[in-house]
T-cell receptor
């Protein structure tokens, strides 16, 4: 079975600074998706970024980028130029390739942004 | 992006009563929908997979007779919590993948409080 581990329950960053959230996962499959979701206080899940495992290039979305290390099964999220609106719970998630399968979530990291 | 709605957004009920939560895909058809439960300060845990035209698939430890799922159409899945008890109080979130797509779209969630 696949598992997702987020080892940082809480993180804090100064506004305009950069922060990296860690995620590791375990799977025996070679093709899969990885995601980072943001859950603000409203609790609406918002997709931040995704990575297809077959792609070697790290995904980027504006201020958000990932460091995907397939061999190490690591998938960290870097937030640059942090903004107050980035404060939220961040969940790393795994999904099997080629199916409309469910997401497997890590326990989450609560990110605080200090003004 | 695609929109998924949930109704109600919050509900308070007495112990022993049943509560129905609706999940609708507003602008796409969803043969599959997922129901997650999220306890305070915890991650999302998959409860069951709702399949249009067939029985739902429940995760281990989830009582199918307590959490009744009906995927009535390609745009509607319902979760009925029968004989609710205080320990069923939680945040329930549904999601639906688009056909052939990588992304899942989440509803805004339903907060259930059982007195």
């Amino acid at each position: 079975a696949q598992t997702v581990t987020q080892s940082q329950p809480e993180m804090s960053v100064q506004e305009a600074e950069t922060v990296t959230l860690s995620c590791t996962y375990d799977t025996s499959e070679s093709d899969y998706y990885l995601f980072w979701y943001k859950q603000p206080p409203s609790r609406q899940m918002i997709l931040v970024i995704r990575q297809e495992a077959y792609k070697q290039q790290n995904a980027t979305e504006n201020r958000f980028s990932v460091n995907f290390q397939k061999a190490a099964k690591s998938f960290s999220l870097k937030i640059s130029d942090s903004q107050l609106g980035d404060a939220a719970m961040y969940f790393c998630a795994y999904r099997r390739w080629g199916s409309q399968g469910n997401l497997i979530f890590g326990k989450g990291t609560k990110l605080s942004v200090k003004p | 992006g695609a929109v998924v709605s949930q109704h109600p957004s919050w509900v308070i009920c007495k112990s022993g009563t049943s509560v129905k939560i609706e999940c609708r895909s507003l602008d796409f058809q969803a043969t599959t929908m997922f129901w997650y439960r999220q306890f305070p300060k915890q991650s999302l845990m998959l409860m069951a997979t709702s399949n249009e035209g067939s029985k739902a698939t429940y995760e281990q430890g989830v009582e199918k007779d307590k959490f009744l799922i009906n995927h009535a159409s390609l745009t509607l899945s319902t979760l009925t919590v029968t004989s609710a008890h205080p320990e069923d109080s939680s945040f329930y979130i549904c999601s639906a993948p688009t056909s052939g797509g990588y992304e899942q779209f989440f509803g805004p969630g339903t907060r259930l409080t059982v007195l």
